[in-house]
């Protein structure tokens, strides 16, 4: 059979459950992925035909995706800051809102180069100090390291499993990133640990932040296969994670250091109050490209 032709019933087949735009992303990322073919390639070469061994390979896929398990779960990976990271069912699939926050650190480190060249003139050995609190798949603590090489970059998680993951991602991607297996709620400080004991430029998390009365808006495929550890907060505690991180970051951030979340978009005004509450100076409140309430920067200073 022609891929050409496959393509349409594998779409038809698809847009039953997701809409036709999705199925077509879909059918490419695989053919990129199992065939190393472009949408390019099969519109220049529409002859090309699929061996009786693609067929079982595609068929197997289709009948995953007809489960709605995610993409990127059937694939082994997925793509996130211009970096390739494995994933799997214990760790969330990076979301393009996360892309932004990792942009936002990697431009105010831009922007800090002359604070960056003081410090650096008056310890050359000072480097800057990154922790990324619920790493997951490492997305967040391994594109700083990569696009800040500077940087001496830490993550924590209280997967295991997680963890081990994102080990192997920091590897592929050839970056040094420590990785610390600890629930973050149990930290009563963040001294007490080896290799933590520094103070840290700048502190990252997106914790947990779904409460339950959220749960009816969550897809199906999302509610299915990813990791609710990774999603739920407990009792609609929406905040827990922020608050005990911003107490956290109280002790143990640097004169000029800067912490920043991803948060659930209907909590903006609750977490600008947690951090005003908190004595946080300069805190912002960013949208993400969707238009929704999706991060904050704020510092100790
Ligand atoms: C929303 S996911 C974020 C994953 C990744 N940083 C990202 O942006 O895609 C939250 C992460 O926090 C971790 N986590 C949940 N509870 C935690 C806890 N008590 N202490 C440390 N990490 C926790 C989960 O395992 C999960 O990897």
Redesign the pocket.
């Known amino acids: 059979m022609k891929i050409k032709a496959y393509r349409t019933q594998f779409i038809q087949v698809l847009s039953t459950i997701f809409d036709e735009g999705e199925a077509e992303s879909f059918f490419y990322l695989i053919l990129e992925e199992k065939k190393q073919l472009k949408r390019i390639d099969l519109a220049l070469q529409p002859d090309l035909e699929f061996s009786d061994a693609d067929f079982q390979i595609w068929n197997a896929i289709l009948e995953q995706l007809k489960l709605e398990i995610p993409v990127q779960y059937l694939l082994g990976k997925t793509h996130?800051y211009g970096l390739e990271f494995e994933v799997n069912e214990n760790?969330?699939?990076?979301?393009p809102e996360?892309e932004e926050?990792v942009q936002w650190i990697v431009e105010s480190q831009k922007l800090e180069v002359p604070i960056a060249i003081g410090r650096s003139e008056k310890s050359e050995s000072k480097k800057l100090k990154i922790l990324?609190?619920?790493?997951?798949?490492?997305?967040?603590?391994i594109s700083l390291a990569k696009n800040l090489p500077e940087a001496q970059v830490f993550a924590?998680?209280?997967?295991e499993k997680?963890l081990a993951t994102a080990k192997k991602n920091a590897a592929n991607n050839n970056v040094n990133v420590t990785f610390i297996h600890?629930?973050?709620?149990?930290v009563v400080s963040l001294s007490e640990y080896d290799g933590l004991e520094q103070e840290f430029d700048i502190i990252v998390?997106?914790?947990?932040?779904v409460r339950n009365l959220e749960k009816q808006e969550i897809k199906k495929n999302v509610l299915d296969n990813e990791?609710h550890?990774?999603?739920f907060v407990e009792d609609d505690n929406a905040l827990i994670?922020y608050r005990k991180i911003a107490e956290l970051a109280k002790q143990n951030l640097t004169q000029n250091g800067q912490l920043f979340f991803?948060i659930n978009q209907y909590l903006g005004k609750e977490m600008i109050a947690l951090l005003e509450n908190m004595n946080f100076k300069n805190v912002e409140l960013r949208k993400d490209i969707y238009g929704n309430d999706r991060m904050t920067r704020s510092s100790v200073q």
């Open positions: 996130f760790v969330l699939i990076p979301r996360t926050l990324d609190i619920g790493t997951g798949s490492g997305c967040i603590a924590i998680d209280v997967s997680a600890k629930n973050i709620l149990e998390s997106n914790p947990p932040y990791p550890l990774a999603l994670f991803e």
